[in-house]
């Protein structure tokens, strides 16, 4: 079946770490290029990091830059998010994406198209 | 980055009526726009990508359109399970993927 499956969520304090784990089965996970993407309690949705198709190259949102880190184990099938020094505003429900494309008339167009069931983050004291 | 607004931010509609919900881009993005619905403790799906192309398994009571900076989501002829929050995406400037605030569609 092909599904992501993330973990590591919790309570933790402010200025502490957490790292999450998006298991993912059913394709090839190597091969393609995978986000992290969160929403806030009641709020919209915002993509905070991505590591490249190559594997070679990572992104991150300004609101995340210096603080967490993608990465991924090919051999294990999962892409991991380390976050440190959280803030209360990284509360949120933490989902890991696939980035699929599709090509139209010869231009190519990404879009996520498998998602997890997300990982809540609560910070607080 | 690209900012997306949505309009309206809620609406409520009856089975059966025809709904449109909006998205601007704060600069052109050609084509590079995709639209996802989520229900309530779902993660989000995505309805149409390339601004108009249907993903597979998904209703042809949904459709997009647009281009540019003005785009367009459909639902041709409302059905009950198609309540939930509505978002767009800009997949121009990847990988900094920005969404709308989301559109919430409620069922009258």
């Known amino acids: 079946e092909v599904q992501l499956l993330e973990s590591g969520g919790g309570l933790v304090q402010p200025g502490g770490s957490l790292r999450l784990s998006c298991a993912a089965s059913g394709f090839t996970f190597g091969s393609y290029a995978m986000s992290w993407v969160r929403q806030a309690p009641g709020r919209g949705l915002e993509w905070i990091s991505s590591?490249?198709?190559?594997?070679?190259?990572?992104y991150y949102a300004d609101s995340v830059k210096g603080r967490f880190t993608i990465s991924r184990d090919v051999s294990k099938n999962t892409l991991f998010l380390q976050m440190n020094s959280l803030r209360a505003d990284d509360t949120a429900l933490y989902y890991c994406a696939k980035e699929g494309d599709m090509y139209t008339n010869y231009v190519r167009y990404w879009y996520f198209d498998l998602w997890g069931r997300g990982t809540l983050v609560t910070v607080s004291s | 980055d690209i900012q997306m607004t949505q309009s309206p931010s809620s609406l409520s509609a009856s089975v059966g009526d025809r709904v449109t919900i909006t998205c601007r881009a704060s600069?052109?993005?050609?084509?590079?726009l995709n639209w996802y619905q989520q229900k309530p403790g779902k993660a989000p799906k995505v309805l149409i990508y390339?601004?108009?192309s249907l993903q597979s398994g998904v209703p042809s009571r949904f459709s997009g359109s647009g281009s540019g900076t003005d785009f367009t989501l459909t639902i041709s002829s409302l059905h009950p399970e198609d309540f939930g929050t509505y978002y767009c995406?800009?997949?121009?400037?990847?990988?900094?993927?920005?969404f709308g605030q989301g559109t919430k569609l409620d069922i009258k």
């Open positions: 590591f490249s198709e190559s594997g070679s190259i990572t």
């Open positions: 390339a601004a108009s």
């Open positions: 995406q800009q997949s121009y400037s990847i990988p900094r993927y920005t």
């Open positions: 600069q052109t993005i050609g084509s590079f």
